[in-house]
């Protein structure tokens, strides 16, 4: 028999009280899909998907239940198929007519509500004082809610410092079942238009809200509110939040990593941000040292290999040169402006002997197309056999690795 206000064949126990946690009911239906087992039951304290908030999670007769869902009006609660093993004595419990025992994953489901009514609370006040309205909301590690106006950083910062006051007043949490006759007369929130089958979680003096999902007893219970982020969203303002056992283990480690920086900065707790914008300012300021001298550097290894271009008759048609400091970008600076004043193929290479080396090789666009041009991808492949490592690339630059020595790689552009 279908229940007249929810419109399932479950009875929720969790909806008016959150904190049960265990519970027996009569297994109605039994259905597998795709590798899961799906009970209906005839009561249950799991909450199903709903709202924007994850199916609770337990066990029924020792099985685990991963996930609670409704589906077409039914409420089932989703277990992995058992073992072959199991098969025979997993089909002689969990089957319709009998009654088993559940329990819920209780501290899952408190992380849950600690979350979920500290949304409550955030969006109440923020309709109280600007008249907004939630229009999104998905809670998972983290609780990110849609308000349908800007807020600004500051505005954002007196809600949450509202909502924790709030907490500390430990003013209750209730769930209420009105009537359409009574509801009619009730300004509570809602993102739906709802007329019959209502149930409302109101928090004395700061909000009331028509809500699916379990709730706490008191605001207390929240421990803490904290915004992680704000931002524009659509016109209007997406919060992120965190609440409760989610937010002092994010404090935790907040904690963690601040003594840490004033280890490395060896500055106090209250220094520790001036320390670090003194270390982002001197890195950037030697990050600018550091570019000047690299340019510095490969223009001098430029005008050095001009030098042995232009020195005089037999130049080679090809030429290795060593920068095993560099980086990849000074080689290839180095070759492109070489190549403009040279008819042969430059080969750069860094690294060392002990770890091997990098290679860029190109020459001028164009001269591929010389009649006795020497492909550069048949050379990737010599220096492959001769030196083992890989290569590749087009007719004007390649590029590979060489697990060679010095002496070898410039024997072989002896040749």
């Known amino acids: 028999m279908k229940n007249e206000r929810t419109g399932c064949n479950t009875v929720l126990l969790y909806e008016a009280d ?14 597998e899909k795709e590798g899961k087992l799906y009970l209906e039951l005839s009561e249950t304290v799991f909450f199903p998907e709903g709202g924007g908030q994850n199916g609770d999670r337990g066990r029924i007769e020792g099985y685990e239940v991963i996930d609670t869902k409704k589906i077409d009006g039914r409420v089932y609660h989703i277990l992995e198929m058992p073992s072959q093993e199991e098969t025979e004595k997993a089909a002689e419990i969990l089957k319709p007519g009998r009654t088993v025992s559940g329990e819920v994953d209780f501290a899952l489901r408190f992380r849950r509500m600690q979350n979920h009514i500290a949304e409550h609370l955030f969006c109440g006040i923020a309709n109280k004082r600007f008249g907004y309205d ?13 308000l349908d106006g800007p807020l600004t950083e500051e505005e954002v910062s007196s809600i949450e410092d509202a909502c924790n006051k709030a907490i500390w007043e430990n003013v209750p949490v209730t769930v209420s079942f009105p009537s ?28 009331l809200c028509a809500c699916c999902a379990p709730a706490l007893h008191s605001t207390g219970e929240i421990g803490i509110v904290k915004v992680l982020d704000r931002m524009p969203h659509r016109g209007g303002t997406r919060i992120t939040l965190i609440a409760g056992e989610d937010a002092w283990k994010d404090y935790r480690n907040i904690d963690f990593q601040m003594g840490e920086l004033m280890k490395i900065f060896s500055a106090k707790r209250e ?8 270390f982002a300012a001197k890195t950037q300021e030697m990050h600018l040292e550091n570019t000047e001298l690299k340019k510095q550097i490969t223009g001098l290894y430029a005008e050095n290999l001009l030098k042995e271009i232009h020195s005089g008759a037999n130049v080679p048609t090809k030429i290795c040169f060593f920068m095993k400091d560099a980086d990849e970008a000074q080689v290839r600076n180095v070759i492109n402006r070489c190549v403009k004043e040279y008819d042969g193929i430059l080969a750069g290479f860094r690294g060392n002997d ?6 860029v090789c190109g020459r001028r666009e164009g001269l591929e197309k010389e009649p006795k041009a020497l492909s550069l991808r048949m050379l990737a492949a010599r220096m492959k056999e001769a030196f083992g490592g890989s290569g590749g690339g087009s007719e004007i630059m390649i590029q590979g690795s060489a697990p060679a020595r010095e002496a070898v790689i410039r024997e072989f552009f002896a040749d």
């Open 354 to 359: 002990s770890e091997g080396y990098r290679y």
């Open 271 to 278: 220094k520790v941000f001036e320390a670090a914008s003194e």
């Open 180 to 207: 359409p006759e009574e509801a009619e007369t009730l300004p509570f929130r809602s993102k739906l238009e709802l007329s019959e089958g209502i149930r409302l979680v109101g928090i004395e003096g700061y909000d």
């Open 134 to 146: 939630n229009v999104g909301f998905h809670l998972s590690d983290v609780v990110t809610f849609d």
């Open 18 to 31: 959150a904190y049960i946690k265990t519970f027996q009911g009569k297994i109605l239906s039994v259905l």
